[in-house]
């Protein structure tokens, strides 16, 4: 199975702030990432898909990069709505895997 | 708009069985795939299972596999996730979600979840 590590596993910004989340993957999976984020008692949000493709309504603020094994989500300019935990996913084989996430704090 | 409401959670007894409901709405239905996902208490995102828009295949994480079953009725707009031999490491909030059909098979909408507790 392909497993997905997520660095840092928490992060302290401010509004304002520009941020880095780093997920890598076991092995390569060309672009089969997306990054999804997520509130307590909320649906998960789809943010990006293949590595760097913004999801309709998601602000251009957010944006992806990446490819093989090594990839990162970037929020340029935080807002109060984006203190969340992020998680990616990749889905180039079965069993898809989340990474453990990253909690975004103030 | 797209809706995904997930419905059959409750409290199950250890070796128990239980089956979450999916109903969709505001899309084609036959023309998706679905997921299944869940989040423990105090744990991270965990996928669960996939089929295919007509069900002719379904995928399962190596936790589940041989003990759940994702199925569907695309002439009821539904998926469901059957679940046996549930134990307490099964214990999560399941969301059904709707694969994007961009060829990544990557979940786009998500329901609000169903609380699943294995408890005696």
């Known amino acids: 199975d392909i497993q997905m590590t997520q660095s840092p596993s928490s992060l302290s910004a401010s509004v304002g702030d520009r941020v880095t989340f780093t997920c890598r993957a076991s092995?390569?999976?060309?672009?089969?990432l997306n990054w999804y984020q997520h509130k307590p008692g909320t649906a998960p949000k789809l943010l990006i898909y293949a590595a760097s493709s913004l999801q309709r309504g998601v602000p251009s603020r957010v944006s992806g990069s990446g490819s093989g094994t090594d990839f990162t989500l970037t929020i340029s300019s935080l807002q109060p709505e984006d203190f969340a935990t992020y998680y990616c996913l990749q889905t180039y084989s079965t069993p898809y895997t989340f990474g453990q996430g990253t909690k975004l704090e103030i | 708009q797209v809706q995904l409401v997930e419905s059959g959670g409750g409290v199950v007894q250890p070796g128990g069985s239980r089956r979450l409901s999916c109903a969709a709405s505001g899309f084609k239905f036959s023309y998706y795939g679905m997921h299944w996902a869940r989040q423990a208490p105090g744990k991270g995102l965990e996928w669960v299972a996939f089929i295919r828009q007509d069900g002719s295949d379904q995928y399962y994480a190596d936790s589940v596999r041989g003990r759940f079953t994702i199925s569907r009725d695309n002439s009821k707009n539904t998926v469901s996730l059957q679940m046996n031999s549930l134990g307490p490491d099964d214990t999560a909030a399941y969301y059904c979600?709707?694969?994007?059909?961009?060829?990544?098979?990557?979940?786009?909408?998500w329901g609000q979840g169903t609380q699943v507790t294995v408890s005696s």
């Open positions: 092995q390569n999976i060309i672009n089969y």
């Open positions: 979600a709707r694969d994007q059909n961009s060829g990544y098979y990557n979940p786009d909408f």
